[in-house]
């Protein structure tokens, strides 16, 4: 199953990527986690990308492009894979269109998750995250079991560098400026499911999970990470 992870930065697309990832074994592939491991090894890709997502510009598409056409080509993707950031820009789904189709396969879903702007910027500014693990937290909607440690690993969460209000604000206007016109393409095109992001955290991935007619157990994410999936999901 190719899936692809729509929505404005901050609506918890990241999060909910995350729990598809597990209940349907498929990579998710986010390009800001891809672009912040280049930021950290210091690679010469990674010098570029960190101007960038400093002030809350796009990353060029080339370097996007081909960052991800590399990794959707590894193995682990033969079953499919999640992308969580990735297109951004027309550009970028052409590439993924003709990169697929030259395999014979083809995007399967969009997720489109959506939020008002003042609920983003409420989001963003709480939000929290595991440097080692890079599982999400909030402060108010989605708190670890201890305070400022992660549940996976208990490392200290820390709060991004881009996720100030100024910097979401910039972030929010390139989304409508330059994203929304990709999400016509892809109504388009393909099927698109779209889901209003909900305060909690499981109510979101529940819908998400019943739009995607996949079988839901429990009322946690914990339960939900491990539901057995129907015949032909994957
Ligand atoms: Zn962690």
Redesign the pocket.
């Known amino acids: 199953m190719i899936l692809i992870m729509f929505g404005a930065p901050g609506v918890g697309k990241g999060s909910q990527a995350r729990f598809l990832s597990e209940a349907l074994q498929i990579p998710h592939i986010s390009t800001g986690d891809l672009f912040r491991e280049n930021v950290a090894n210091r690679t010469e890709l990674g010098k570029l990308v960190k101007i960038h997502m400093d002030n809350g510009s796009l990353v060029p598409d080339e370097m996007t492009i081909g960052l991800i056409m590399d990794r959707i080509r590894q193995a682990d993707c033969k079953q499919g894979f999640i992308l969580d950031g990735f297109p951004r820009t027309i550009s970028q789904v052409e590439h993924l269109e003709k990169s697929l189709k030259a395999e014979m396969r083809a995007i399967d879903t969009v997720v489109n998750i959506t939020l008002d702007d003042a609920k983003i910027i409420d989001r963003v500014t709480g939000r929290r995250i ?1 440097p ?2 890079n ?1 999400v937290y909030h402060l108010a909607y989605h708190k670890p079991y201890s305070v400022g440690r ?1 549940n ?2 208990t ?1 200290d969460l820390v709060q991004r560098v881009d996720d100030t209000e100024s910097t979401v604000l910039r972030r929010l206007q390139v989304y409508y400026a330059q994203t929304e016109p990709v999400l016509s393409y892809l109504r388009d095109r393909y099927a698109v499911v779209d889901v209003v992001s909900e305060d909690d955290i499981n109510d979101t991935t529940r819908k998400i999970y019943s739009s995607l007619d996949l079988a839901v157990h429990g009322a946690s994410n914990k339960d939900a990470r491990y539901m057995r999936l129907p015949s032909g999901c994957a």
């Open positions: 595991c080692s693990c599982s992660c996976n690993c490392t």
